[in-house]
């Protein structure tokens, strides 16, 4: 992030940043877990308001992600990486929306 400062950045393997970086996205190729945790921390402190991680990267960052669970900015979210979903980040919807219903509106089976 050179010059200016990122509202939205990816952190991901390098398939799966590419496309994002045709959209604007500040986007980080980064898969080690230690490296990337650093590079979120980085980022929340220049102000960043989204950050996506592809769900390998979000599962391997834990720590750094559950410090910024219950701040407002940066929102971190999962997504699914250049080989498909391993169900992480809608295991973390679904977790997200019981918290703040107290029901599971989008999995019931009723």
Do not use: W
């Not at 391997?60 to 410090?67: D, L, M």
């Not at 910024?68 to 809608?90: H, L, N, Q, T, W």
Request: hydrophobic residues 45%; proline residues 4%.
């Amino acid at each position: 992030m050179a010059n200016k400062q990122a509202e939205i950045a990816m952190i991901g393997d390098r398939d799966s940043v590419l496309l994002a970086k045709a959209a604007g996205l500040a986007v980080f190729d980064e898969t080690d877990a230690e490296k990337a945790s650093k590079l979120i921390h980085r980022l929340a402190r220049e102000g960043c308001k989204v950050i996506f991680l592809t769900e390998p990267v979000y599962a391997a960052c834990g720590e750094a992600v559950s410090k910024y669970r219950y701040e407002s900015f940066p929102a971190i979210i999962p997504i699914p990486d250049s080989k498909g979903s391993s169900g992480v980040a809608m295991a973390q919807i679904k977790s997200n929306v019981e918290k703040a219903i107290g029901a599971d509106i989008l999995f019931s089976e009723e």
